[in-house]
């Protein structure tokens, strides 16, 4: 089955520093990716829509210049957290849409356990 | 907009016995799809078992099974002969057909503990 990659796993900052959350589709190109965060014992709330080539999508309510998104090939979608604060504190999970017959499924990547001191 | 609606945060099961996790979804469109996720204490998103909108017969996979009622917009989710390795998050999700344009639409989630 199609495999998703996040690095790292998890990650503790310090406040005011920038984190960068990649996001690999292993075995299949992924034009689309998609980035959650989900707060303990809560759902996933989608932050964005990342295309290849080109700008993200966000949700309303998510700050475009605190996170970061760049898809700059098939198989790779980074998340960057620039200037850290406490609150940013959080589990960031990505998916990829699977291209070909199962175009409407995604595979999820194991999460990444962001921590802000 | 869509929206879906898990209305059990909590269940619990005995292993082996049979139990059933509800959701409902809201939308206007004809054609969708409809998921079943599981997220164990690794936090790592399974998925469980998908239904098209077009079909009329229930998905089912091996213990799991869905009872699709698409006239109620129900979709709940069967679980059978529990097992303690069951014990998750449970979540419903909505996807329109022709998901270029969209995404997964979540409900809260339900967390299932299965007792010995």
């Not at chain 1, 499924?105 to 962001?114: A, I, S, V, Y």
């Not at chain 2, 469980?48 to 699709?68: G, L």
């Not at chain 2, 419903?92 to 299932?112: D, E, M, P, V």
């Amino acid at each position: 089955g199609a495999v998703v990659s996040q690095h790292p796993s998890w990650v503790i900052c310090k406040s005011g520093t920038s984190v960068k959350i990649e996001c690999r589709s292993l075995d299949f190109q992924a034009t689309t990716m998609f980035w959650y965060r989900q707060f303990p014992k809560q759902s996933l709330m989608l932050m964005a829509t990342s295309n290849e080539g080109s700008k993200a999508t966000y949700e309303q309510g998510v700050e475009k210049d605190k996170f970061l998104i760049n898809h700059a090939s098939l198989t790779l979608s980074t998340l960057t957290v620039t200037s850290a604060h406490p609150e940013d504190s959080s589990f960031y999970i990505c998916s990829a849409r699977s291209p070909g017959p199962l175009y409407n499924e995604q595979f999820f990547g194991p999460g990444t356990r962001l921590t802000v001191l | 907009a869509q929206t879906v609606t898990q209305s059990q945060p909590e269940m619990s099961v005995q292993e082996a016995e049979t139990v059933t996790l509800s959701c409902t979804y809201d939308t206007s469109e004809n054609n969708y799809y409809l998921f079943w996720y599981k997220q164990p204490p690794s936090r790592q998103m399974i998925l469980v078992i998908r239904q098209e909108a077009y079909k009329q017969q229930n998905a089912t996979e091996n213990r799991f099974s869905v009872n699709f009622q698409k006239a109620a917009k129900s979709f709940s989710l069967k679980i059978s002969d529990s097992q303690l390795g069951d014990t998750a998050m449970y979540f419903c999700a909505f996807l329109r057909y022709g998901g270029s344009q969209g995404n997964l639409i979540f409900g809260k989630g339900t967390k299932l503990s299965v007792k010995p």
